[in-house]
């Protein structure tokens, strides 16, 4: 295996970089390697964190970061290579005790209880008995509120877990993991759900811990969150270890290269587009006031051919805009038409028909069923084109859904494979394929990049501006500054109005001081 | 019922702002007053029950109401406990039947219906509670060590089991019963019989168990999120074993009741229970997605439908519309309990 060695001298010779310090590294994988049946996930890898720093560990889907959790974490055994512990041995891996206590990992999917408190979720099957041997409450939720208290955690132990936000549900993991006295956490996409307010307290939060003593490993597609907080940067691309340096000496775009493979990937846009006046426009939006306040007269217009961004904050209305013009929810007040038509507010059919494309917010929740196949969770939204009087060719089906495929380059090994087996940049591409089946006159997307990695994520933007170029109008309501590059124009939503417009071209200090609700000039 | 527990004791109630739950007098979240939904609909029914006929509140219909409903309890008491842990079990009612019919099948002496009397009498009672344990298993294994689908394995061995019943007893009732079958069905102790006694004992005893042991809440836990209990360190598995035997276990104490107090074992005992005790444990807010609900809820839930039942009796309804009636209680105590949660159910 000539080149597993090659990647493992690589690995150990760029681990080694200037960090040879006395005490041994929290965390040590040398020569990692884990295959499932032919596939390979990881090849020889090594990965060094030493104490108090914040080490993050980047790749496209499918470069063996999540293998590597499931290692570190006593999840899996690797085939070959070892990992330590402050210089000893990993532990046996059903011996779940220790492994808590050297290593957490907040992974996306939250691994809360919602039904119970969050003094019992904390507590979890290690709870205070009284004299009786019945459980003792008043002592669990005390020990709770102390715990939460030393790790200055925000929350009322007595809260339902459910009840809480994704971000104080973040902390609550971080501080049960830190209960069992682990102080190296592996934080699994933190980001991926929260907004820039929210991003900033997990950062502050991250630094006060760090500054405590707790070492972390930050797992991220959001590049720059990672200049923001993270000391060293480990990047791992096709199940191999490509290298390791500190972030200052790594530019963004060597960064994005040593991800994808190829220098080009980070190119700036630039383009001039047509947007054809004499068409009718994509999208009128008038007066539009939301049932339940989160959106208030909010009018605009897109033409055929234009992208128009909407950004703004978690919180700003922007989701609630874009899903009330696809008919998801209904408005209190204002009206909406697509391509000259007026759709029944509140029905998406009737939205659809008018001529719009859409890719809804959360993928998992809205935008595919993860048992069906490829092809017809492509073909979903277009049961007329499938056949005659309600029936369904699957002849036609595949025809259709094989396009699909080829058109937005959807890695898969047949269109029957069910969507929950392909990898989260795939799995958008075929939300996204579902939108276009139909050549919409309007696509609208909901953070149509989270989640999915820059390779896909490139693809996914030119084609947005493919789209655009052949007519259709685009709505892209986002908090992600790479989705709003593409825009003509961007829209910012602050507490439920629109507040500014900024043209193609803008620094990203503007944007985000925008959506803020700062203003830079004051 | 655990934070209520909480609440009571709670000297130090760090408000955490606007995070911090709506409370009642700043001690009971209002979301556990949902455990307390039914006691006015409670109150209620017996008012009218009052009202429609002064016997309803006489100490002798209140345990006659007490007492029908203490067999159908137990297994809404194995159903909440199943549930809880995000399954089900559907055969509840058939072993209620099968496991006494088994019993007396083998001491039921011959020449009296289709006993074989292989078995002196005082084995009835270890006989009964025996086929329980092993439906139970039978049921565990299916369903955790081969991974099958618990509402249709269920499903199936409610079919199975109410045939073999069928089959044992030919179709007709088994009589003459041994007074060890009997003793549990028909004593009385304290003045009340002793199946409500029974009842609200290990109703009391599931209450603490649920709400104040650490095998309490692992059910929760379990059936909240079944990845975060394992991950938890809880044997997951074990605890759905005994889940699931303890509440076939439960099924044939019903039965037992039931066939003392008759004084026979019906090759049709048990059969349609099981729409109302589902109806029942959801009334009384158990989650049939797991995870939710209290043993107190369920509790409350039986006990509503059977007090209705009985206010309907005595105002005379005929006893040809009583079946039409019960259904519709159990949808408008479903909207009530909807009104009153507030949450769309799932």
Redesign the interface.
């Known amino acids: 295996m000539a080149t597993e060695a090659e990647g493992m001298a690589g690995a150990s010779a760029r681990a080694g970089d200037g960090r040879s310090r006395a005490e041994p590294p929290v965390v040590q994988a040398t020569g990692v390697t884990k295959r499932y049946g032919p596939t390979t996930a990881l090849s020889g890898v090594g990965l060094t964190v030493t104490a108090g720093e914040t080490h993050a560990l980047v790749g496209r889907n499918g470069a063996g970061k999540s293998t590597l959790v499931s290692i570190l974490t006593g999840l899996q055994a690797p085939d070959e290579g070892t990992v330590t512990f402050d210089g000893d041995p990993a532990p046996r891996l059903a011996d779940r005790s220790a492994w808590r206590q050297r290593v957490a990992c907040v992974y996306q999917k939250s691994t809360i209880i919602p039904a119970l408190t969050v003094a019992e979720n904390l507590f979890l099957n290690r709870y205070d008995r009284g004299r009786t041997g019945l459980l003792k409450w008043s002592a669990v939720r005390r020990r709770a509120a102390d715990l939460l208290a030393a790790w200055s955690v925000d929350v009322d132990p007595r809260t339902l877990a459910g009840d809480l936000s994704v971000e104080q549900r973040q902390f609550v993991e971080i501080a049960r993991a830190l209960s069992f006295g682990a102080r190296f956490i592996i934080l699994d996409e933190p980001t991926a759900q929260l907004d820039g307010a929210a991003i900033n307290r997990l950062f502050g939060r991250i630094r006060d811990l760090q500054a405590q003593g707790v070492t972390f490993l930050f797992i991220s597609h959001h590049l720059q969150e990672i200049y923001e907080i993270c000391d060293l940067v480990t990047v791992f691309r096709d199940a191999r270890h490509v290298v390791t340096a500190p972030v200052a000496d790594l530019p963004r775009a060597d960064l994005v290269a040593a991800m994808t493979g190829d220098a080009a990937a980070a190119q700036h846009r630039e383009r001039a587009r047509t947007t054809e006046a004499a068409a009718p426009a994509a999208l009128t939006v008038r007066g539009l006031t939301g049932a339940d306040g989160t959106y208030r007269e909010v009018s605009f217009q897109i033409a055929a051919g234009e992208i128009v961004g909407l950004a703004g904050a978690a919180g700003s209305g922007r989701t609630e805009v874009a899903e009330t013009v696809v008919g998801l929810r209904s408005a209190a007040g204002g009206e909406v038409e697509i391509a000259g038509r007026r759709p029944r507010p509140g029905s998406v059919p009737d939205a659809l028909a008018a001529g719009a494309g859409f890719v809804p917010q959360d993928r998992h929740h809205q935008g595919f069923v993860a048992d069906m196949s490829v092809a017809d969770n492509g073909t979903l939204s277009v049961p007329a084109r499938l056949g005659r009087h309600g029936f369904i060719s699957t002849r036609r089906r595949d025809a259709i859904a094989s396009g699909l495929i080829d058109n937005l380059a959807i890695k898969t090994p047949s269109p029957h494979l069910p969507v929950s087996g392909l990898s989260g940049g795939n799995q958008q591409k075929v939300v996204m394929a579902r939108a276009l089946a139909d050549d919409p006159r309007l696509l609208v997307l909901i953070n149509p990049t989270a989640g999915i990695d820059v390779r896909s994520k490139e693809f996914l933007l030119d084609k947005i501006e493919e789209t655009a170029r052949s007519g259709a109008g685009v709505l892209i309501a986002s908090d992600e500054l790479d989705d709003l590059r593409v825009c003509d124009r961007v829209l910012v939503m602050f507490q439920a109005r629109v507040t500014t417009e900024i043209a193609h071209g803008w620094h990203d200090h503007e944007l985000v001081a925008a959506m803020e609700g700062m203003d830079l000039d004051a | 019922m ?2 209520a ?3 009571d ?2 000297k ?1 109630a ?4 606007a ?3 709506v409370l009642i007098g700043g001690r009971i ?1 209002l ?1 556990r007053l949902r455990d307390l939904a039914l006691v006015p609909a409670i109150l209620i029914i017996a008012i009218v029950g009052q009202i429609v006929s002064p016997v309803f509140l006489q100490p002798d219909n209140l345990l006659n109401v007490l007492q029908t409903m203490s067999e159908i309890a137990l297994l809404v008491l194995a159903q909440t406990m199943i549930l809880i842990v995000k399954k089900m079990d559907l055969s509840l009612e058939s072993t209620m039947g099968l496991a006494p019919g088994v019993a007396a099948w083998l001491v039921v002496p011959v020449g009296a219906g289709h006993g074989l009397g292989l078995l002196p009498g005082g084995w009835a009672v270890p006989v009964t509670l025996a086929v329980g344990a092993l439906i139970g298993a039978v049921n565990a294994v299916l369903i955790i060590r081969f991974g099958l689908n618990g509402f249709i394995v269920t499903l199936g061995m409610l079919i199975v089991l109410r045939g073999a019943l069928t089959g044992i007893s030919g179709g007709q009732t088994f009589f003459r019963l041994p007074p060890s079958m009997l003793y549990l069905g028909t004593a009385e102790w304290l003045g009340a019989p002793a199946s409500i006694w029974i009842c609200l004992a290990l109703f009391a005893v599931a209450i ?1 168990v649920l ?4 095998f309490g ?2 059910l ?2 379990i ?3 079944v ?3 394992k ?4 044997r997951t598995d074990r605890v759905l074993w005994i889940v699931i035997v303890a509440g076939s276990l439960l099924a044939a104490l019903a039965g037992l009741l039931l066939s003392g107090r008759l004084a026979s074992v019906a090759s049709a005992q048990g059969n349609g229970y099981i729409f109302t005790v589902f109806a029942a444990a959801v009334i009384g807010g158990i ?1 049939l997605n797991g ?2 609900g209290t043993m107190f809820g369920a509790f409350t839930g039986i006990l509503l439908l059977f007090m209705i039942q009985n206010v309907l009796t005595l105002a005379g309804i005929p006893a040809q519309w009583i079946g039409a009636l019960n259904g519709l209680i159990i949808l408008a105590a479903l909207i009530v309990s909807r009104i009153t949660g507030g949450k769309v159910q799932d």
Do not use: E, M
């Open positions: 655990p934070d527990a909480l609440a004791t709670a130090d760090a408000a955490a702002g995070k911090q739950r979240p979301a603490v709400g104040w042991t650490s809440r692992s929760y836990a059936g909240g999120n990845d975060a209990a991950a938890a360190g809880i989650s995870g939710k």
